[in-house]
């Protein structure tokens, strides 16, 4: 799309017209927007076109329809957080975030439903409503959780990129779940000024996309960073290679209570790798993903409860039933407790890089399960058990499409690396699409199975 408006191909106009016909035929059904910023968009395309026809480009973002998650600062409208709590949280100023993607001249086309605090990994929202999985027929499957409505708006081709959070998994379980790329970039690569907060300690933000290679150049045009995509070319950048590439991949015990199909396509990845010329060897953890997550936990919930818990402990206040226990949870942790997981942190960090070792990056499915009607979903049973410990141990992640289930539900597959790896692991992630074509499966109306 970029290189085509650079032509003259198109217009900035006409993929943003494209989009909210897209979304006005879709999102009855999906749910995926809050709000829609029509008027505001059509006026920025308008201006970005003129900014082109005077050879002003501004590079492969110029032009480009992009979603937000409505915890996102936009300046003069509401950031909800998913919480109707929060209905008058009208932002003073756009987040750092909004505001690169104003001066690499995106065209922000809305906000998209999330879970409420950002709080939960299923994709439900008890009272703004939960999006709808595009991949579900007549049930209403889980989006995956927080950035749901991000992940089901590029699912759903109405924006071809968008924006989420990652606290605990929140980009890159909606990503699986949905069939789509989302990438979380070590922690702070992108600023989260302006970001409704749920842990500072964890919160990150991250990009959604059907593709590594736009994940990698949305990145690379956000940051400044020419190693994550080394040229401002839309398509000159040579395909990376897996050959030679250190990587890791789980012992057979961590994988126990897997979904059978989730199995066979992460055995077929480790394959594939091989194959490229990569060399695999076996991550030994310093403890057990229980571990990981009962320290995560002890953080992200004590964080959520300086920041929520006046809200959750006045029962007369609608929360979500999912979100609300939660957040109390946090509150009656005790000062003490919430140290010591900061400091076993840490250590696991520590731990962590010795296991990791010479290893360039490493495999893991990124959830459990794929899609689950949302009705049936156990809240205290998250899919984040493989994704977590990218928030936890600040490493970079990200999750492409690795298959589909006997239903024709997506499968996710991690590939994460160290802290400020964020090159090498869209490196391995655009090699690993390169070789194979679950990214060029497309969702459209009457496509489910």
Same mark, same amino acid.
């Not at 915890?71 to 008058?88: C, E, M, Q």
């Given at each position: ?276 010329? $990569?060399?695999?060897?076996? #991550?030994?953890?310093?403890? *057990?993903?229980?571990?990981? %997550?009962? @320290?995560?936990?002890? &953080? !992200?919930?004590?964080?959520?409860? $300086?920041?929520?818990?006046? #809200?959750?402990?006045?029962? *007369?206040?609608?929360?979500? %039933?999912? @979100?609300?226990?939660? &957040? !109390? ?26 296991? !990791? ?93």
């Amino acid at each position: 799309m970029g290189e085509m408006l650079r032509s003259g191909a198109c217009t900035s106009l006409d993929l943003t017209e494209y989009a909210l016909r897209r979304i006005d035929e879709l999102d009855g059904r999906l749910h995926a927007f809050v709000e829609i910023y029509a008027k505001e968009a059509l006026l920025a395309a308008e201006a970005a076109d003129q900014l082109i026809r005077a050879g002003h480009w501004l590079g492969p973002l110029h032009g480009i329809p992009v979603a937000l998650k409505d915890n996102i600062d936009v300046r003069g409208r509401p950031s909800t957080a998913g919480s109707t709590l929060l209905s008058d949280n009208t932002a003073k100023a756009d987040a750092w975030i909004t505001q690169r993607l104003l001066e690499c001249g995106a065209i922000v086309v809305g906000k998209t439903h999330m879970v409420e605090f950002a709080l939960g990994a299923w994709g439900a929202n008890e009272f703004m409503g939960a999006p709808r999985n595009p991949w579900g027929r007549g049930a209403h499957l889980s989006p995956g959780g927080s950035s749901s409505g991000s992940a089901v708006a590029v699912a759903a081709g109405m924006v071809p990129l968008s924006v989420g959070t990652d606290t605990g998994a929140s980009v890159r379980v909606p990503a699986a779940l949905c069939g789509v790329t989302g990438f979380k970039p070590t922690i702070g690569r992108l600023r989260s000024e302006g970001v409704v907060p749920l842990s500072t300690t964890l919160d990150s933000v991250g990009v959604l996309a059907q593709t590594a290679e736009d994940a990698a150049l949305m990145f690379a045009e956000l940051t400044g960073d020419r190693h994550a995509f080394p040229t401002s070319q839309v398509n000159a950048g040579a395909t990376p290679s897996l050959e030679g590439l250190r990587v890791g991949f789980l012992d057979a015990a961590d994988l126990d209570g897997l979904q059978p199909e989730i199995h066979v396509a992460y055995m077929r990845v480790l394959d594939t790798f091989r194959a490229q010329g $990569a060399h695999l060897r076996k #991550l030994v953890l310093p403890t *057990s993903f229980d571990d990981f %997550a009962d @320290v995560a936990s002890t &953080i !992200l919930l004590s964080e959520a409860a $300086a920041s929520w818990g006046h #809200l959750a402990a006045n029962s *007369s206040l609608q929360m979500d %039933a999912s @979100v609300r226990p939660r &957040i !109390l949870a946090g509150a009656r942790f005790t000062a003490a407790k919430y140290v010591s997981a900061c400091r076993r942190r840490e250590e696991l960090q520590a731990q962590f890089a010795d296991s !990791l070792g010479d290893l360039d990056v490493f495999l893991t499915p990124t959830s459990q399960w794929t899609a689950r009607p949302l009705s049936d979903v156990d809240h205290a049973n998250p899919p984040v058990r493989y994704a977590r410990i990218g928030n936890l141990l600040d490493l970079c992640g990200i999750s492409v499409q690795a298959g589909e289930d006997e239903n024709g539900l997506p499968i996710g597959l991690q590939i994460a690396g160290p802290t400020n790896a964020d090159a090498r692991v869209l490196d391995a992630a655009r090699g690993y699409q390169a070789c194979t074509s679950w990214h060029q499966r497309r969702w459209s109306p009457g496509s489910e199975r």
